[in-house]
């Protein structure tokens, strides 16, 4: 699915460079889920956004399915973006002024699809996150939790071949946090999707397969939970949904 | 369709700036569209005033040239003529049998004292020009009578009844020139060629009001009985003859001013219509050319002859008003690019999103660009509803217009009394009409032109910052 090779983000701030992310070498595979953990400011959403295309390496090269997203022209990645990835934001992002429905049907329009199949894919997005009752609703008469399941719902409702989630939970209580990552879960599950998931929280990647640690922009593999390193733990028992 | 649906909700959550950027393009639309609507009556009451001396459609207008007054006593003597003798005022008919002017009346007809007039055969000279269309000759006459009652010149006796009226001479065959040619007709019918030597006449719809005339009625000019077959109205401020009579009558009733002669196949003034308004400056020099001395008038150089008000209205309109409106114009541009502009700066974070979903810019920007043209609508809307307002308040409060007659030959010759009774049948004269603003379709059109302009213009001033959008970097704004 994804490989990259020595990618690495610099920013610019007058005279001085600041490395975002340093020479990553990675390899995801398709139906692979990939947490990955870091403090604050280490690289974890910069990665992310390199990985969907919202931005470009200052080097290296990023293949989706053999495609350099890096040497696409703008037009292209916008429409990979439309067609093949969804985003899913820890502030949920969703337009205030248009309703939940809106806000899912708002995903398929540079799909250029019908109002009726637009509208038939919506209400089954909508429905696939338990939400079909407040598809009338704007964010602002929505939970946080429930703005979160709109998110995502109008991240799956264009079928992507990826899922990249931004701190997911990062605005939500413990238990909105469990079930939002529960349902996350469950669609990686059902629809085999390569889902990519920032996060700082442990119990959170603990429940991937794969978990890769930022450190000063640069990446560090972890293995399979089942072969975890010492001095890495995840807390409690690993919880799995089936 | 989910473009119209975004566009409403956004102008809703906005509607506090998208209606001051409305009511900032109403403004200077409104404006305009006064000020060209303002510009429009003056224009009409110039053209209503021009057209009644001229007549619609007259190009150039031909007079005589100057002659000396006739110095004292050496007048001939025809017709009558007021004297004064041994026994008081008499009443003297071709110079030489007089009487007493008690129980008398003294009936006189004659052309203007200070223009030589043309032969009648200068018309059609003029008429055979190649770049003329039409012409016509008008022979404008001064009427007085004066009745002297029996017991006038003795101690107590009553003053005389002085009655002045002025006759305009006309062709009566269908001619597409002349004095006729704005008029509206009350009752009755204009003259036909078979009235060339008829005792028929045309009323003034003012003289005849006060005179108490109406279709049907006789009229006395010269002592000669005329039926009354029309009443007419002119255009504003055109002050027109009290009565018009077929040329051959008014050359044969006539006499000059000057010793009193025959006014027979004399006009005094030529109007003429040019082929073309190009040709305006050409038929000028060629009727210059076959009529030495004459003075040869156009309508377009009267028009800056127009004095007065009226003058200064044009002035105001054409030149502070339309500044005035563009630089209006220009500052709610300005503030609806802002607004615009600052407004989009708000929603990158939205625009980053909606980028991240897969909406190519182009799709942002006619989502802007729409949001930009539906406030331009508004604003197009409000603009001419305030035109329309201002127009009216302009009918209702502006004072009446007032111009004074150019003082050229032409003006000279078309000098009314000022007033009925004045024994000076050629005082100048001032004129009063109404400012009637007018508001066009094609002011509207150009209203509507200019908001959405203003509207594309501010879209496009955001448009440019959504195309510079990363969106990386506009979702960072949101975390």
Redesign the interface.
Request: net charge positive.
């Given at each position: 699915m994804y490989m990259l090779t020595g990618v690495t983000k610099l920013h610019r701030k007058g005279r001085s460079t600041i490395p975002a992310v340093c020479e990553l070498d990675l390899t995801i595979g398709d139906g692979e889920w990939l947490a990955i953990q870091g403090r604050t400011g280490h690289g974890k959403t910069t990665v992310l956004n390199l990985l969907g295309g919202l931005d470009r390496p200052t080097h290296g090269a990023i293949e989706l399915h053999g495609t350099d997203l890096a040497a696409l022209p703008e037009t292209q990645l916008t429409a990979l973006r439309a067609e093949r990835i969804g985003f899913v934001f820890q502030t949920f992002n969703l337009i205030p002024t248009l309703s939940a429905a809106e806000n899912v049907e708002a995903a398929l329009i540079p799909l250029r699809t019908s109002q009726t199949s637009r509208r038939a894919r919506t209400a089954a997005a909508l429905d696939a996150v338990g939400l079909t009752d407040r598809a009338n609703h704007l964010p602002a008469e929505l939970s946080g939790g429930q703005q979160q399941r709109v998110a995502i719902a109008r991240a799956l409702v264009k079928e992507p071949a990826v899922m990249l989630a931004d701190e997911p939970t990062g605005n939500l209580d413990e238990d909105t946090r469990d079930d939002i990552i529960a349902l996350l879960e469950l669609l990686w599950r059902e629809r085999g999707i390569t889902l990519v998931l920032v996060t700082h929280d442990t119990t959170i990647a603990c429940r991937a397969q794969r978990v890769a640690v930022m450190t000063n922009g640069r990446l560090t593999i972890r293995r399979d939970i089942g072969h975890a390193p010492a001095g890495f733990l995840c807390p409690g028992p690993i919880r799995r949904s089936d | 369709?989910?473009f119209v649906?975004?566009l409403r909700?956004?102008m809703?959550?906005r509607m506090r700036q998208a209606v001051l950027v409305a009511l900032g393009l109403a403004l200077g639309i409104g404006l305009v569209v006064t000020i060209s609507a303002a510009s429009a009556g003056v224009k009409k009451a110039q053209s209503d005033v021009l057209s009644g001396l001229y007549g619609v459609g007259t190009d150039v207008a031909v007079t005589g040239p100057a002659q000396a007054p006739p110095a004292p006593g050496t007048q001939r003597q025809i017709g009558q003529n007021l004297e004064l003798g041994p026994g008081g005022t008499q009443i003297c008919t071709d110079g030489r049998r007089c009487v007493n002017a008690a129980g008398h009346t003294y009936n006189a007809l004659y052309a203007a004292p200070l223009l030589r007039p043309f032969r009648t055969s200068s018309v059609a000279s003029v008429a055979r020009l190649h770049d003329v269309a039409a012409a016509a000759g008008v022979l404008t006459l001064a009427g007085q009578s004066i009745t002297f009652p029996a017991g006038f010149g003795r101690p107590g006796g009553s003053p005389p009844e002085l009655t002045s009226f002025t006759v305009d001479g006309v062709e009566t065959g269908h001619t597409p020139v002349g004095p006729l040619t704005a008029a509206t007709v009350s009752s009755g019918h204009l003259f036909t060629a078979v009235d060339a030597y008829a005792n028929v006449a045309l009323v003034d719809s003012d003289y005849a009001a006060g005179a108490g005339l109406r279709v049907g009625s006789a009229i006395t000019i010269r002592q000669v009985r005329f039926t009354v077959i029309a009443i007419v109205s002119q255009p504003q401020g055109s002050n027109p003859p009290d009565v018009y009579i077929p040329l051959a009558r008014a050359e044969a009733l006539g006499t000059a001013f000057k010793d009193g002669g025959s006014l027979s196949h004399d006009v005094s003034l030529i109007y003429v219509v040019a082929a073309s308004a190009a040709d305006v400056p050409v038929v000028q020099h060629e009727i210059s050319r076959l009529l030495p001395g004459s003075t040869v008038t156009a309508a377009a150089s009267l028009a800056s002859q127009v004095t007065g008000s009226l003058a200064s209205a044009a002035r105001l309109a054409n030149d502070l008003g339309r500044w005035l409106a563009i630089v209006v114009l220009i500052a709610a541009f300005a503030v609806a690019c802002l607004l615009t502009m600052g407004a989009v700066a708000r929603r990158s974070?939205?625009f980053g999103?909606?980028?991240?979903?897969?909406?190519?810019?182009r799709?942002i920007v006619a989502q802007v660009l729409g949001e930009s043209l539906a406030t331009g609508i508004a604003g197009a809307g409000a603009g001419i509803g305030l035109g329309f307002a201002g127009a009216a308040i302009i009918a209702a409060v502006a004072p009446k217009l007032s111009t004074t007659a150019p003082s050229s030959a032409i003006g000279s010759l078309q000098q009314r009394p000022a007033a009925r009774g004045s024994i000076h049948p050629f005082a100048s004269h001032a004129v009063s009409v109404p400012l009637s603003p007018s508001v066009t379709i094609g002011v509207i059109v150009l209203a509507v032109i200019l908001a959405l302009a203003g509207g594309l213009l501010a879209g496009t001033f955001g448009s440019w910052r959504i195309a510079r959008l990363?969106?990386?970097s506009a979702?960072a704004q949101?975390?």
């Open positions: - | 369709m989910f649906t975004y909700r956004e809703r959550r974070a939205e999103i909606l980028k991240a979903l897969g909406w190519r810019t799709r990363r969106p990386a979702l949101v975390a």
